[in-house]
């Protein structure tokens, strides 16, 4: 047996490495010794030599390079014994547990994850200079926060079968707070002004909640964008923002912040050209160019207008349109013209629609909702528009509709639908409360998806004190193939004003009706139904007398036969928190021929939404109202009347209690009714981000009468009040405040200031 001893200098990076080999031999055989985890066929795979090659000191060395390079080993040693090559290993420890102790800013999965896209993971190898440099990371991502004076400590403990356990341990410190915030170079607008364009803030008495005084590199970056973007729509083009400099206190508490900007001159638009092959006559491109000849410069209005003219071209078929702003900057002027030059590209069509993600859901349910269809020409407003239709039906979490183009097809594209389908069946219990109704209860049981098909049915109820009622619908949304909606409603309610002194009457209802909805336009809607109502009606010793009178000539048990014709329009970007478009309804409700009632209601509601700004929406609301009977019912029967005042008319009233009044001091309702109201929409103070809430400073005025009661009128019915509200779209459900004065206010008018709902009721 012979051994002999090799330079260990093999390479500078192989510490403590020592090579045994001997004369170039053939080898015999390959032994592994060391290993605790590693499979023997790992190592062999990395080994640059085999049984039968010959083994030689550069091969030592190659073989102890490829195994340091594996990662897997602190050490490597290769000796060679009597024609057998020996490779003996020091494995590194794996990391068999992960623990982190202290955070709060961020989850543990997430810095888990930083931590992983480091290297460094429970599973994994241990490196002690991987975990350095994911502490660093850490850190980084602490610091993007505020969180300067984070400390991160870790430890690691040995464990059995060379295994380890990592436990890091933080204190995040306090968030870095803004102290000042200083933009220097500004001659144009004063420091408030520009500081009302930035979230960043120095503390107000809204921050305990925003947190906008806690330094944020995110929020800083969008902050400047805004600065550049407040500068450039005022026209100012070639304003700069030369630097910034963050400092931080000693004690790492608090920020300072300096911008320094160059302000430059203000221009105006000097000309407007259109080049390139328009595709579209020229004239009908000009109506869509926002940026006005000889008006102060407004890069917003410069980016409107290449949208839009993307979009119309778009809208014709030309998919990859593109359309650039040239300017023309004549400095002495201080003028600058725009060239908008337009290049259509390829006429495109659509070649297939592909849908993915609806496991549930048919794909027949949702073809019927698209508008542009397979081998048609591509038009992005039919794109945008079978987008928004997918999400009204309400059955995704996510909607995306992207449209690639066909490899080797330029004059083609596939529109393809991811889909996230989410669960549409529920089964609910709540608890609401509208004031002056008091304590609602309400549950309810729906499925809008019915087996994927799309159709929908609901059984719910609710308990309140004015209202109770239980219900079951069924809704086909195609019951034909162009649309026509089938739907039946079974019911029983239960409404008895009395219960807060409105007036002294109770009736208790019960009625089937079908229903039937046909498209007009893509926005347009008419509604029919046809149904049957059995209504009992009850009425006390202390009721009106016409009451009375009411159910001595015509009793208090009536079958009505019910007819509805309605008609809807709904162009809102949104029914949620909507800035444009408007909302437009009119419909008749019916007692017909064959009944023991007869009576008509006529209803009519216009609500238009303006945008100021990006944030101040302008809303205008206007209803009408008129009922009377017809026929064997000469007299609309009372308990047909109309009602306003409070949420949802006229705030700063009691609820229902605008209008005649009985000798007894209770409200009868009316058989007209007018309101109007205007309501600027904003974002709560301080929370300009935030989605969830939104305020509201509103005007509201109304009126209800009744022509056959003596002394009413429209002008004597009429109200008029003025306040502030806020609605907020809590977890709980929507919940609305408002605080109103009333500006009209007659003897005996019931004021309520300050009024409420909560929760959602079925």
Same mark, same amino acid.
């Given at each position: 047996?012979?051994?002999?001893?090799?330079?260990?200098?093999?390479?500078?990076?192989? @510490?403590?490495?020592?090579?045994?080999?001997?004369?170039?031999?053939?080898?015999?055989?390959?032994?592994?010794?060391?290993?605790?985890?590693?499979?023997?066929?790992?190592?062999?795979?990395?080994?640059? +030599?085999?049984?039968?090659?010959?083994?030689?000191?550069?091969?030592?060395?190659?073989?102890?390079?490829?195994?340091?390079?594996?990662?897997?080993?602190? /050490?490597?040693?290769?000796?060679?014994?009597?024609?057998?090559?020996?490779?003996?290993?020091?494995?590194?420890?794996?990391?068999?547990?992960?623990?982190?102790?202290?955070?709060?800013?961020?989850? *543990?999965?997430?810095?888990?994850?930083?931590?992983?896209?480091?290297?460094?993971?429970?599973?994994?190898?241990?490196?002690?200079?991987?975990?350095?440099?994911?502490?660093?990371?850490?850190?980084?991502?602490?610091?993007?926060?505020?969180?300067?004076?984070?400390?991160?400590?870790?430890?690691?403990? *040995?464990?059995?079968?060379?295994?380890?356990?990592?436990?890091?341990?933080?204190?995040?410190?306090?968030?870095?707070?803004?102290?000042?915030?200083?933009?220097?170079? $500004?001659?144009?607008?004063?420091?408030?002004?520009?500081?009302?364009?930035?979230?960043?803030?120095?503390?107000?008495?809204?921050?305990?909640?925003?947190?906008?005084?806690?330094?944020?590199?995110?929020?800083?970056?969008?902050?400047?964008? *805004?600065?550049?973007?407040?500068?450039?729509?005022?026209?100012?083009?070639?304003?700069?923002? &030369?630097?910034?400099?963050?400092?931080?206190?000693? /004690?790492?508490?608090?920020?300072?912040?300096?911008?320094?900007?160059?302000?430059?001159?203000?221009?105006?638009?000097?000309?407007? =050209?259109?080049?390139?092959?328009?595709?579209?006559?020229?004239?009908?491109? #000009?109506?869509?160019?926002?940026?006005?000849?000889?008006?102060?410069?407004?890069?917003?209005?410069?980016?409107?207008?290449?949208?839009?003219?993307?979009?119309?071209?778009?809208?014709?078929?030309?998919?990859?349109?593109?359309?650039?702003?040239?300017?023309?900057?004549?400095? !002495?002027?201080?003028?600058?013209?725009?060239?908008?030059?337009?290049?259509?590209?390829?006429?495109?069509?659509?070649?297939?629609?592909?849908?993915?993600?609806?496991?549930?859901?048919?794909?027949?349910?949702? #073809?019927?909702?698209?508008?542009?269809?397979?081998?048609?020409?591509?038009?992005?407003?039919?794109?945008?528009? @079978?987008?928004?239709?997918?999400?009204?039906?309400?059955?995704?979490? !996510? +909607?995306?509709?992207?449209?690639?183009?066909?490899?080797? $097809?330029? !004059?083609?594209?596939?529109?393809?639908?991811?889909?996230?389908?989410?669960?549409?069946?529920?089964?609910?219990?709540?608890?609401?409360?509208?004031?002056?109704?008091?304590?609602?209860?309400?549950?309810?049981?729906?499925?809008?998806?019915?087996?994927?098909?799309?159709?929908?049915?609901?059984?719910?109820?609710?308990?309140?004190?004015?209202?109770?009622?239980?219900?079951?619908?069924?809704?086909?949304?195609?019951?034909?193939?162009?649309?026509?909606?089938?739907?039946?409603?079974?019911?029983?309610?239960?409404?008895?004003? !009395?219960?807060?002194?409105?007036? $002294?009457?109770?009736?208790?209802? &019960?009625?089937?009706?079908?229903?039937?909805?046909?498209?007009?336009?893509?926005?347009?809607?008419?509604?029919? @139904?046809?149904?049957?109502?059995?209504?009992?009606?009850?009425?006390?010793?202390?009721?009106?007398?016409?009451?009375?009178?009411?159910?001595?000539?015509?009793?208090?048990?009536?079958?009505?036969?019910?007819?509805?014709?309605?008609?809807?329009?709904?162009?809102?970007?949104?029914?949620?928190?909507?800035?444009?478009?408007?909302?437009?309804?009119?419909?008749?409700?019916?007692?017909?021929?064959?009944?023991?009632?007869?009576?008509?209601?006529?209803?009519?509601?216009?609500?238009?939404?303006?945008?100021?700004?990006?944030?101040?929406?302008?809303?205008?609301?206007?209803?009408?109202?008129?009922?009377?009977?017809?026929?064997?019912?000469?007299?609309?029967?009372?308990?047909?009347?109309?009602?306003?005042?409070?949420?949802?008319?006229?705030?700063?009233?009691?609820?229902?209690?605008?209008?005649?009044?009985?000798?007894?001091? /209770?409200?009868?309702?009316?058989?007209?009714?007018?309101?109007?109201?205007?309501?600027?929409?904003?974002?709560?103070?301080?929370? =300009?981000?935030?989605?969830?809430?939104?305020?509201? +400073?509103?005007?509201?005025?109304?009126?209800?009468?009744?022509?056959?009661?003596?002394?009413?009128?429209?002008?004597?019915?009429?109200?008029?009040?003025?306040?502030?509200?806020?609605?907020?779209?809590?977890?709980?459900?929507?919940?609305?405040?408002?605080?109103?004065?009333?500006?009209?206010?007659?003897?005996?008018?019931?004021?309520?200031?300050?009024?409420?709902?909560?929760?959602?009721?079925?």
């Amino acid at each position: 047996m012979k051994l002999k001893l090799v330079a260990a200098a093999v390479l500078g990076m192989f @510490s403590a490495s020592v090579v045994w080999a001997a004369e170039p031999f053939v080898i015999k055989d390959i032994r592994v010794e060391g290993l605790q985890r590693t499979e023997p066929g790992t190592v062999f795979n990395y080994l640059p +030599v085999k049984v039968g090659d010959t083994f030689s000191d550069e091969k030592a060395r190659e073989s102890i390079k490829s195994l340091f390079a594996t990662g897997f080993f602190n /050490d490597v040693r290769v000796e060679s014994r009597e024609g057998v090559v020996i490779v003996a290993v020091e494995e590194r420890p794996v990391i068999t547990q992960l623990t982190i102790n202290g955070a709060k800013e961020f989850s *543990k999965d997430q810095l888990k994850k930083a931590l992983k896209d480091n290297g460094f993971a429970e599973s994994l190898i241990f490196d002690q200079a991987l975990l350095d440099g994911a502490l660093q990371e850490l850190k980084r991502q602490y610091y993007s926060r505020g969180k300067y004076s984070v400390d991160i400590t870790s430890h690691v403990t *040995k464990l059995e079968r060379n295994r380890v356990a990592v436990t890091l341990d933080i204190n995040e410190g306090v968030t870095a707070q803004i102290k000042t915030i200083q933009i220097v170079g $500004a001659k144009a607008f004063t420091q408030d002004d520009l500081l009302d364009q930035m979230s960043l803030t120095t503390g107000g008495w809204l921050t305990w909640l925003t947190k906008d005084n806690q330094y944020s590199k995110q929020k800083l970056t969008g902050d400047l964008e *805004k600065l550049k973007a407040f500068y450039q729509n005022q026209g100012y083009l070639e304003f700069n923002i &030369d630097s910034t400099q963050v400092s931080i206190s000693a /004690d790492k508490e608090q920020m300072f912040l300096t911008i320094n900007i160059n302000e430059g001159k203000k221009f105006t638009v000097s000309d407007i =050209k259109l080049a390139g092959d328009l595709k579209v006559p020229e004239a009908d491109l #000009r109506k869509l160019i926002t940026l006005k000849q000889g008006e102060v410069f407004n890069n917003e209005k410069v980016t409107e207008t290449v949208k839009a003219l993307s979009d119309r071209l778009g809208n014709e078929g030309y998919a990859f349109a593109n359309v650039n702003a040239l300017p023309e900057i004549n400095r !002495d002027k201080q003028q600058v013209g725009f060239t908008f030059f337009v290049d259509p590209g390829r006429k495109t069509y659509v070649r297939r629609v592909n849908i993915a993600g609806n496991t549930k859901t048919r794909d027949e349910v949702i #073809r019927r909702e698209l508008r542009q269809l397979e081998g048609s020409v591509y038009g992005a407003d039919k794109v945008k528009r @079978s987008k928004e239709r997918i999400e009204l039906l309400g059955y995704f979490e !996510d +909607v995306n509709v992207e449209t690639p183009a066909v490899p080797d $097809a330029p !004059d083609q594209v596939d529109m393809n639908i991811s889909l996230k389908e989410r669960p549409t069946g529920s089964i609910s219990a709540g608890v609401g409360f509208v004031q002056g109704e008091g304590i609602q209860l309400s549950a309810s049981i729906s499925q809008s998806n019915i087996f994927g098909s799309g159709k929908y049915m609901a059984l719910g109820m609710s308990n309140g004190k004015v209202n109770k009622n239980i219900s079951l619908s069924f809704t086909d949304p195609y019951f034909t193939t162009d649309g026509v909606s089938l739907g039946y409603d079974l019911y029983h309610r239960v409404y008895n004003p !009395d219960a807060t002194s409105t007036s $002294a009457y109770k009736t208790s209802t &019960d009625g089937a009706a079908v229903r039937f909805g046909v498209p007009v336009t893509e926005y347009d809607r008419v509604n029919f @139904s046809l149904g049957v109502e059995k209504t009992h009606l009850t009425t006390y010793s202390t009721s009106p007398q016409r009451y009375i009178d009411y159910v001595n000539e015509h009793g208090n048990k009536y079958t009505t036969l019910l007819g509805t014709v309605s008609w809807g329009r709904d162009t809102r970007d949104s029914s949620l928190w909507p800035t444009r478009g408007a909302l437009i309804k009119a419909g008749v409700d019916l007692g017909l021929p064959g009944g023991d009632i007869q009576f008509y209601r006529l209803t009519h509601q216009q609500q238009w939404f303006f945008p100021l700004s990006k944030t101040y929406t302008l809303m205008l609301n206007g209803e009408v109202g008129y009922a009377n009977g017809y026929g064997k019912t000469s007299t609309l029967p009372f308990f047909q009347n109309f009602y306003i005042g409070g949420i949802g008319s006229v705030r700063g009233y009691d609820t229902n209690s605008i209008g005649p009044k009985d000798t007894n001091g /209770d409200y009868m309702g009316g058989t007209r009714k007018v309101v109007a109201n205007a309501e600027i929409l904003f974002p709560f103070p301080g929370m =300009k981000d935030n989605k969830s809430i939104r305020t509201s +400073v509103f005007f509201d005025a109304g009126s209800l009468w009744d022509d056959k009661v003596q002394g009413s009128s429209i002008s004597d019915g009429m109200r008029y009040s003025a306040g502030l509200a806020v609605t907020w779209l809590s977890p709980l459900g929507p919940m609305k405040f408002s605080y109103a004065s009333p500006l009209k206010k007659k003897e005996g008018d019931k004021e309520q200031r300050f009024q409420f709902q909560l929760g959602t009721v079925f």
